[in-house]
């Protein structure tokens, strides 16, 4: 199975703030990664495909890049709403595999 | 408007059964490859497993906790979704959420919805 190591496992930031979440495949995926945004109680939301790729709605301050087994997401300058938290999951092989999770908190 | 709705949620005896039904609507249920992904209480998110749309076989895929003991399957004439659950063990207990991502993963488009709580306790 291919392993999703995700960090950090949590940070603290601002509003404004320019924040970057990584993601290391335990093989390589090419692109075929996704990001997911999940609040408090709710379900996950996708946000990118293929890596970098936004999905129709997803405001344009998140932005992913990366290919191989390095990746990672971007949210440029935080909003109150973007405080949550976020998951990678690689769809080259199955099992489908998650990483941990990154929980984004106001500092 | 793109609805996925689970139901069949419960509390069940460690050793017993449920089935989770997933209702959809709104997109072309037959060609979507549905998922069904689960979250234990406080943890992060963990993939079950797969069912193909018709046009690509309906062939299904699972995780290793689960393979052998649950069975996704679907109803393409009631937009429905299934995850037969036998053999429960207390590390089944999870929010199992359906989601479709399109035919073959293309992301086309996201759906998820809103979750249906798994118990597994004596």
């Known amino acids: 199975d291919i392993q999703m190591t995700q960090s950090p496992s949590s940070l603290s930031a601002s509003v404004g703030d320019r924040v970057t979440i990584t993601c290391r495949a335990s093989?390589?995926?090419?692109?075929?990664l996704a990001w997911f945004q999940q609040k408090s109680g709710k379900a996950p939301k996708s946000l990118i495909y293929?890596?970098?790729s936004l999905l129709s709605g997803v405001p344009s301050r998140f932005s992913g890049s990366g290919s191989g087994t390095d990746f990672t997401l971007t949210i440029n300058s935080l909003q109150p709403e973007d405080f949550a938290t976020y998951y990678c999951?690689?769809?080259?092989?199955?099992?489908?595999?998650f990483g941990g999770g990154t929980k984004v908190e106001i500092k | 408007e793109v609805q996925l709705v689970e139901f069949g949620g419960g509390l069940v005896k460690p050793g017993g059964s449920l089935r989770l039904s997933c209702a959809a609507s709104?997109?072309?249920?037959?060609?979507?490859?549905m998922t069904w992904v689960r979250q234990s209480p406080g943890k992060g998110l963990e993939w079950v497993g797969r069912?193909?749309?018709?046009?690509?076989?309906?062939?299904?895929d699972y995780a290793a906790p689960v393979k052998g003991r649950f069975t996704i399957s679907r109803d393409d004439s009631k937009n429905t979704l299934f995850l037969q659950m036998d053999s429960l063990k207390t590390e089944d207990t999870a929010v199992y959420y359906c989601?479709?991502?399109?035919?073959?993963?293309?992301?086309?488009?996201?759906?998820w919805g809103q979750g249906a709580l798994v118990t597994v306790s004596s």
């Open positions: 989601t479709t991502e399109g035919r073959g993963y293309s992301y086309s488009y996201s759906y």
């Open positions: 709104g997109f072309t249920f037959s060609d979507a490859w």
């Open positions: 069912i193909k749309g018709k046009t690509d076989g309906g062939t299904t």
């Open positions: 093989h390589g995926i090419n692109n075929y």
């Open positions: 293929t890596a970098s």
């Open positions: 999951l690689q769809y080259h092989s199955y099992p489908l595999t």
